[in-house]
């Protein structure tokens, strides 16, 4: 049987408040690169079962969450939760919003 590649989703914001929508943004960014689970598994250098876990909203260790962010070409940025949405405006290039304001 072929394997198969996901379907990306729609663009989603990259505020993360739980392990769930953490692993549906690592999902779609495999998704949106083509590449199945484990070929993207290999290319971050972690197992597939980390991987799922954490497309699964499931807790895997720090070291392994940065590697698959970085070798997925994604980065966390931590800031107060007090100003999470003026930093997501941000990013997001607001009107009337620029970085440093």
Known sequence: MARTL???TGPESPLVVDLQILGQL???R????????DDAAALVGVS????SRLENGKAVGTDKLMSVL?????ACFVVD?????TALNAIEGEPGM???D
Do not use: F
């Open 98 to 100: 620029k970085a440093g």
């Open 70 to 74: 970085q070798g997925l070409g994604l």
């Open 6 to 8: 996901t379907k990306p």
């Open 30 to 37: 495999r998704a949106h690169s083509r590449l199945r689970i």
């Open 81 to 85: 939760k007090s100003q999470a949405t």
């Open 26 to 28: 690592v999902r779609n």
């Open 48 to 51: 597939k079962d980390t991987l």
